[in-house]
């Protein structure tokens, strides 16, 4: 029986003749949903679960994209007629990821509120507000600062998409496909940072002579906003056993794991989106004449490539963290950070922009490895917390599962990583404003990614820990 049919009839079970366990009720709510059934899974569960994965990563693909926009809209303001100051447009740049990654917070709790598929809609039409904000905000260049920031801060509701995104998920798959599944989830998400830098400033200069044609900047995405709305509700489901978990969230914040790996998430995530937000800015600040290229009428940024190679970067970092350990991977990837932002700091005196570009390729691609393979660790530094408190080694005996504490950690987790997007755009700031340039804010992220370093070596590869031998 397809789910179509089940949907119709509103009834299907094991003993009716057609094998199927699920029973679909009105709103698309779905009872009996199982992925480690086996046969479920390949017959009935599997493709429902890959439907709801791919309006999924549609939604959250254009979180990510209203997520950005104020990085790429801010560094045009100037030459719109907006008189604001360089610090008042790095709060532009930074807001976004300032609200996006409280409201990350909340959002993970929806799902089970709200069901799946009913807050993927929810937040999907959310998603107009900054966008047409946004429009509405950059077509008067007497718009107030304040204002400004406000709508900005609006963008932060697509940085909240992504927690919601990933617990809904979660709860469509089998453990064995879990990893894969939040995988693509996530970087289908990612990769709206990098179209959005590669498509908003090719619209709002595209034959616009002399002139910006800024409301485009969010106007082109409200179709595709309402796109996702009403195919997360025509073909989405809501998963009746998706319950929120109070009780896992503060047993988590309890573990000291959790806030380890928050600071290392801050460090990878945290450097993605940061530099995402600011690369723009940065190649404008730094090398003027290479912020755009002429494309026919249009401008075409190379800023674009930063986030895609980071995006791209992440599913082979959590595959490789599969392989090695997600620690091992973790520490190569801080390893790879600091080097690059050092080179970066010794190179610019050389006013190399094709060799600045490189080294930022290089910087994103091993922050975007750096997520898959820290995001990997979590459940593993549960599970082997779990088996320390059975044995009365570690934790309370009679505590909430490792599985609930580890599920409810990979949400606070990504929404404490993702303050480092505002972080970093604030300490360029500060240096900016200080020195009047960039290099104190690159020493202090070596310094940053150095600390990292040693702290996920000594926490998770020391030899004769815990961790190390359970092969975190």
């Known amino acids: 029986m397809s789910v179509e049919q089940i949907r119709t009839t509103g009834t299907a079970r094991a003993d009716d003749g057609t094998g199927s366990r699920l029973r679909v009720r009105s709103g698309r709510w779905v009872d009996g949903w199982d992925p480690e059934d086996k046969d479920f899974w390949e017959t009935e569960g599997r493709p429902i679960a890959r439907t709801n994965l791919n309006w999924s990563i549609f939604c959250e693909f254009l979180g990510f994209v209203v997520w950005q926009l ?154 595709l906003i309402l796109l996702a709305a009403w195919g997360a509700r025509k073909y989405m489901h809501n998963l009746s056993h998706a319950k929120g978990d109070a009780a896992g969230s503060v047993a988590a914040l309890r573990e000291p794991h959790l806030w380890i790996m928050a600071l290392l998430y801050i460090g990878t995530f945290g450097s993605f989106i940061g530099f995402s937000g600011v690369f723009p800015k940065l190649i404008h600040d730094v090398f003027p004449a290479f912020s755009s290229f002429e494309v026919g009428s249009a401008a075409l940024s190379l800023a674009f490539l930063g986030p895609l190679v980071g995006s791209l970067a992440r599913p082979l970092g959590g595959k490789l963290a599969d392989r090695f350990g997600g620690a091992r991977m973790t520490v190569a990837a801080f390893g790879a950070m600091a ?33 898959g393979a820290t995001y990997r660790m979590i459940p593993r530094i549960f599970a082997i917390r779990g088996l320390g408190a059975a044995a009365g080694t570690t934790g309370t005996r009679g505590d909430v599962g490792s599985e609930r504490k580890a599920a409810a950690a990979l949400g606070l987790v990504s929404a404490i990583g993702a303050y480092g997007g505002f972080l970093i755009p604030q300490v360029l700031n500060a240096s900016n404003t200080a020195t009047g340039g960039y290099t104190g804010a690159f020493y202090g992220f070596v310094a940053a990614y150095a600390v990292m370093l040693v702290v996920a070596w000594f926490c998770y590869l020391r030899p004769g820990s815990a961790m190390a031998r359970g092969g975190v």
């Not at 289908?188 to 590669?198: E, F, I, P, S």
């Open 70 to 223: 104020w990085s790429i809209m801010a560094v045009q303001l100037p030459a719109a007629g907006f008189g604001f100051s360089n610090s008042q447009i790095f709060w532009l740049i930074s807001i976004p990821s300032l609200v996006g990654a409280t409201l990350r917070i909340p959002y993970t709790f929806m799902v089970p509120k709200f069901g799946g598929r009913n807050w993927t809609v929810i937040s999907a039409l959310l998603l107009l507000a900054p966008s047409i904000g946004l429009a509405v905000c950059v077509a008067n260049p007497e718009t107030p600062f304040g204002v400004m920031l406000l709508v900005a801060g609006l963008a932060g509701l697509g940085g909240g998409n992504f927690a919601s995104s990933m617990a809904n998920i979660t709860y469509f798959y089998p453990a064995a496909e879990k990893g894969y599944a939040l995988g693509l989830n996530a970087a289908g998400g990612n990769l709206g940072a990098a179209v959005a830098q590669l498509v908003v400033p090719v619209v709002i200069t595209l034959g616009a002579a002399a002139s910006l044609n800024l409301p485009l900047g969010g106007l082109i995405w409200v179709p």
């Open 339 to 371: 080097l690059v932002a050092l080179a970066v700091v010794w190179t610019l005196p050389l006013g190399n922009f094709w060799l600045f570009l490189l080294l930022f390729l290089a910087l994103f691609t091993a922050s975007g490895f750096g997520n």
